[in-house]
């Protein structure tokens, strides 16, 4: 521990009481590794104040101090974006402790949730009052909204109501010196220059922290039918997602994947059993909802637009789930497949997007271009077909030893990838952030104005470095103590 993260922890506890100062090495540890179990931190403490007035008390003696923090919630980051810094230079600023939903407002379709808020606690909330909160992901039992806000989470019903971002009327949030940024009214009309809500949405706590949301509600689903279909190849399932488009806006989700992820859960996740008798190279679940007890029942909508399909051949076979057990039970295959994916063993997994046309061909041609450069490994994907989103994973022939293949063999494969995504005009990030996992990767791929730009918004609102160090942006970071004699001192 420095002299200066002593002198913050103490102050922090002088200012917020000993609640707000973790330092036992126990209860640290759980929240030192990502989620994936790639990335380990060090810190001498965590600091878990219980409102935005504590982030502010924190954030701004931590620039006194020139202590760098990592902001954290539910710890579910894919990318190691709230892991800190191996060498103990930074501690961890818990938003856990901030779990209040401020105000429900279902006439007004809209809630006011702090960041420590559980996603799955969330949709309590908005069932209780008759709306729905609608995103939703694997992680909901521990993800938080303030996690979901700072990444500009995706999930399953980007397709009809878009990311987090889409769904954020609102945002409030500590800025690097201190200051409260109060941006929680929802206006719809806002013409006073840069929009900082939408600057701190998808920053991963670079430029900031996200201390409370405003956000977009539905109405409560009133029916909904889940349907598991399949087919022979992604071109079959975009043309049918095409068609049901052109005949509904009840759909919802549409997920696509592969034979051989569905066999990785059903090998590797306890009571899960296939949906379909039969092999199938590829598969389909699909969600339709009705918010109106008057519209057409979803699964009869279903039956009659599968219909055709099944007659045509575009698909091969389609059940439509019977109970809703059953229609949980389809989701749980598909909210188990990265969970079943790291029992399997060491893998290359890449989060990416290319234009929606574009990615029946991508997932195809990309698997087999992975097969045939590395020898013994086998490449696939799975994903969220309607919005382009692609879970890419090449895993290591069997047998290889995991710290060789994440040390030498990954990155090689990452690279890889990654070129084939920008050849097809896509991201390599879609839904998960950039974090550290994908740091060097967005340097070396990223076009000039985009990499000036983002270092200059960093440089000006986070000119120390502070916030969250060594994710999104590489900057360097400068603790007081190592700034020479003569320079200045905040």
Known sequence: MTPAQSALIEAVRTALG??????????????????RGRYHGATPAILAPDDTSGVATIVRLAAEHRVALVPQGGNTSMVGGATPPADGSALILSLRRLDRVRSLDADDNLAIAEAGVILSDLHDAALAAGRRFPLTLGAKGSATIGGLSSTNAGGTQVLRFGTMRGLIAGVEAVLPDGLVHDGLSALKKDNRGYDLNQLLIGAEGTLGVITAVTLRLVPAIAARAVAWIGLASPIDALTLLRRLEAHTQAIESFELLPDDSLAAVLRHVPQTRAPLAGDHPWHVLIEAVATDRQAEPPATLLERLLAPALETGLIADATIAASEAQAEAFWRIRDSISESERATGPAA???????????????????????????????????????????????????????????????????????????????????HGIGQMKLAELERLSAPARLAAL???????DPHGLMNPGKLVATPFAPLAALAPDAPKP
């Open 18 to 35: 000993p609640k707000a100062v973790i330092t036992d090495p126990a209860a640290i540890d759980p929240w030192l590794h990502d989620w």
């Open 349 to 431: 997994q890449h989060d990416i997007s290319v234009p929606v046309a574009a990615m029946p061909r991508f997932m195809i041609d990309a698997a087999a271009a992975c097969d045939a450069r590395f020898p013994g490994t086998h490449a696939s994907g799975f994903g969220h077909l309607g919005d382009g989103n692609v879970h890419f994973h090449v895993r290591a022939a069997p047998g290889t030893d995991p710290a060789h293949w994440y040390a030498e063999q990954a990155p090689v494969v990452t690279r890889f990838v990654h070129d084939l995504v920008v050849a097809a005009g896509g991201s390599i990030s879609a839904e």
């Open 455 to 461: 270092r200059a918004i960093k440089a000006g609102l």
